[in-house]
């Protein structure tokens, strides 16, 4: 058996609903999901009540953007829930707020390089719900700007890159105290992408692992089993809870599966129960 602790769904950048992705996870015997939209919950009502008779647990998350100098630092938290009051949930509005900003500086940057699209348009794409950039790359490939979503990343939307806008984000000890102080649980998602030299790993996660990180994104869709065996040994050394998922995203990332990844996935149940030991 196997979970699946990274997952998005169209009220973020994923193109499924949240009942589809339940309904996929049951099919293939999943014994655990967890949501985890960018920086929203609002799939989270939809997704427990697809997942309510199924005998599968859903977890509810997210997945924060962390504000870091030395590359992209995702932060995914766990059993963070809508209904309940708490910090993090309280500062999900503003940073909800700074995304839609973005979007909007992102169209008027391409509007700018003589790209001819509009908000309407990324509106239509994303379904009327959580809009993020792929949204966007999506509607540069409908007008046949690029053929491709990597490609509209690479040129257009990417870090960098000629239309890349910044928004409003924590910083990872923050985002690691909100979320204990929630009720919560953290854990870095795929750790190749926080930009640290090797010698800086393990002392950076030691450092958080003392705010209250308690995880790490060890059982990763791009990582091949000699790196996810590595990460795992690593997320032990320093005490942290070895983690997992697909990033499904649905259409956006095509070719990679729910629970499976790129075919060769596995994420042990045992992380869902020393995830919840971690709650304070």
């Known amino acids: ?3 699946d602790l ?3 769904s169209h009220f973020s950048d994923g193109s499924a609903s949240p009942t589809e992705i339940v309904e996929a996870a049951v099919d293939m015997g999943l014994t655990a999901l967890a949501l985890t939209d960018h920086d929203n919950l609002d799939g989270i009502a939809e997704a427990e009540k697809a997942a309510e008779s199924s005998g599968m647990q859903l977890i509810s998350g997210i997945e924060l953007s962390c504000d870091w100098d030395q590359g992209g630092f995702h932060m995914l938290v766990y059993f963070l829930h809508p209904e309940r009051e708490g910090p993090l949930q309280d500062r999900l509005e503003s940073l909800q707020a700074s995304r839609n900003n973005r979007n909007v500086e992102i169209v008027s940057a391409l509007n700018g390089l ?3 699209i509009t908000m309407n348009q990324v509106e239509t794409e994303a379904g009327g719900t959580g809009i993020g950039r792929p949204h966007i790359a999506q509607v540069l490939v409908n007008a046949g700007i690029v053929e491709s979503i990597p490609e509209a990343f690479d ?7 000629p239309a890349y806008v910044e928004r409003k984000r924590l910083k990872p000890e923050d985002a690691i105290e909100l979320a204990v102080a929630s009720g919560a649980v953290t854990s870095i998602a795929h750790p190749h992408t926080l930009g640290l030299a090797a010698s800086d790993v393990r002392p950076t996660l030691i450092r958080l692992s003392e705010v209250g990180l308690g995880g790490l994104e060890c ?4 990582y091949d089993p000699h790196e996810r065996r590595s990460m795992a040994q690593l997320a032990g050394d320093v005490g ?12 956006y990332k095509r070719g990679l599966a729910l629970g499976r990844g ?6 042990p149940d045992e992380a869902v129960e020393q995830l919840q030991e971690r709650i304070r």
Not at 219 to 222: I, L, T
Not at 240 to 251: E, I, K, P, R
Not at 262 to 267: C, E, I, K, S, Y
Request: no cysteine; aromatic share 14%.
């Open 1 to 3: 058996m196997a979970v």
């Open 114 to 116: 003589g790209i001819e």
């Open 155 to 161: 040129r257009y939307l990417g870090k960098d890159k």
């Open 240 to 251: 942290l809870v070895a983690t997992g998922g697909s990033d499904y995203h649905g259409t």
């Open 262 to 267: 790129f075919g060769d996935l596995t994420v």
């Open 6 to 8: 990274h997952s998005h």
């Open 219 to 222: 059982y990763y869709s791009e």
